[in-house]
């Protein structure tokens, strides 16, 4: 049941729950905040077990989502959909993607959807044919929008590199020992570009196949899934999926950095804590993964081009040293700061 008390509802406006029979999709819309602007967020197809877990997680998502947008600047709140797999590596299909636009549209402009796990540039076009509330279509060359994927790498390396820089005094990334969990299209993209940088990479995959081929190309040594957090290194990134900084996991780290692209790595609020205590410097991952956000919301609210965009990824280690500084200040963890700085900026 979702109400006041469900452990993630954390004052959300509205938490929708659809479902259509002839496609069979089944879809959760959560709306967090709309205090700066329309709540967005984007839409990932996945299948996650029960609707208990599905609901969870676009709760955490969503409310990620409006602290996100509040540090990045941008005039939009926070919200998110998930679309349920009814199977393990199931494809949704044409007609559960036209669902899902018409039930986004029946929120009338209260969520504006984007790209996320499961999702395309192509299926966005066609949820697209369905509702005016989407962003993270194809774009015409030097336009804000299209695919958040390079945009969300782009932040992700330049929070890196200011951890670096912080916690190891790194004036590059030449020789910096960086373990790279997940290796899609966010943290692929991350491992390009550190790659070019000199970094010394350690890469895992769920598809081992995708971290081997990636780590022939790039020089780089991959590594099993399960083993990624625990490797010796400077960095670790998780750029997979989230609630994988467990009290098990955070004993285990051997880096005195933690800066990823994942959403929601800490699986439960003690978990900062933990990492906190460690001496860890932990990068909070809805501060140093907006750059996909960015580009998307310049795109749908028409405020600038890519070179906009690109300026305002480059604040994102500005933003990254507000936190630490303040976690140093105040002695409180650096997950614990931002989230008090996000919710300064929404008024909660």
Sequence with gaps: MINWGFPDFDD??????????????????????????????????????????????????????????????????????VVLAANPGETITEDQLKAFGRVVESLGGRYVTAEDVGMSEARMKTIAGETRYVSGLPVASGAAGGDPGPYTALGIYLGVKAAAQRALGATDMRGVRVAVQGVGSVGGGLAKLLAADGAVLTLADVDEGRAQRLAGELGATAVAAEGILGVEADIVSPNALGAILTEGSIAGLQAKVVAGGANNQLATRNDGHRIHERGILYAPDYVINAGGIINVGLEYLGHGDEAEVKARIAHIPDRLTEVWNESDASGDPASEVADRIARRLIGR
């Design 12 to 81: 959300h406006e509205g938490v929708h729950l659809f479902t259509d029979p002839a496609s069979g999709m089944r879809a959760v819309i959560a709306v967090h905040s709309t205090t700066l602007g329309p709540a967005a967020g984007g839409v990932r197809f996945w299948h996650y077990g029960s609707e208990e877990r599905a609901i969870t997680d676009a709760l955490r998502l969503s409310r990620g989502m409006s602290f996100k947008n509040a540090m990045a600047g941008l005039e939009l709140g926070g919200g998110k959909g």
